[in-house]
Nanobody
Framework: QVQLVESGGGLVQPGGSLRLSCAASGFTFDDYAIGWFRQAPGKEREGVSCISTSGSITYYAASVKGRFTVSRANDKKTVTLQMNSLKPEDTAVYYC???????????????????WGQGTQVTVSS
């Protein structure tokens, strides 16, 4: 049974940092790219980042590039999203999701991803 569990969300002031984790189980982790998406109230889901199976290739949305860093530890079946210099517009529920084999250039389209976690809330506010 495929399971993805996000953690690490919370309330942080603008300019602060959070580290999100995505813990995976129930599938061959090394065979899947992992994407991060977010959805704010009243807004469409947005692709945030994607990391390849080996971790050697990463993608970022323009809105987070230079502030967010994605990494993975295949031995621990986890993916981490380090978020720095957070802004109020980063407020959203963040999800991780699986995509077989690679991110591809269409990594930002959620429909291309199969399994999803339940999400973790990130709120950036003073």
């Amino acid at each position: 049974q495929v399971q993805l569990v996000e953690s690490g969300g919370g309330l942080v002031q603008p300019g602060g940092s959070l580290r999100l984790s995505c813990a995976a189980s129930g599938f061959t982790f090394d065979d899947y790219a992992i994407g991060w998406f977010r959805q704010a109230p009243g807004k469409e889901r947005e692709g945030v980042s994607c990391i390849s199976t080996s971790g050697s290739i990463t993608y970022y949305a323009a809105s987070v590039k230079g502030r967010f860093t994605v990494s993975r530890a295949n031995d621990k079946k986890t993916v981490t999203l380090q978020m720095n210099s957070l802004k109020p517009e980063d407020t959203a529920v963040y999800y991780c999701a699986t995509r077989l084999s690679s991110c591809r250039t269409t990594w930002y389209i959620g429909a291309n991803f199969g399994s999803w976690g339940q999400g973790t809330q990130v709120t950036v506010s003073s």
